[in-house]
């Protein structure tokens, strides 16, 4: 139980940097066991506690 506890609260940070403009890849690659974009820019985040997210993600161009 304590682990799943830490690591929402990892998540809840993660998502208040975010929010913040301040995102911690070091963070997000510790707590991230795999993430899938699909092809109408869907993306499901696979948590290593076994949460899994979902989000859209907006078509950009390369530059």
Same mark, same amino acid.
């Given at each position: 139980m304590r682990h799943l506890i830490y690591e929402q609260e990892i998540i809840q940070q993660e998502y208040d940097d975010i929010n913040d403009n301040n995102f911690r890849d070091d963070i997000f690659a510790k707590t991230v066991d795999r993430? !899938?974009? &699909?092809?109408? &820019?869907? !993306?499901t985040f696979e948590f290593k506690c076994g949460i899994k997210r979902n989000g859209w993600t907006k078509k950009t161009k390369k530059k």
């Open positions: 993430g !899938i974009l &699909y092809h109408n &820019y869907e !993306i």
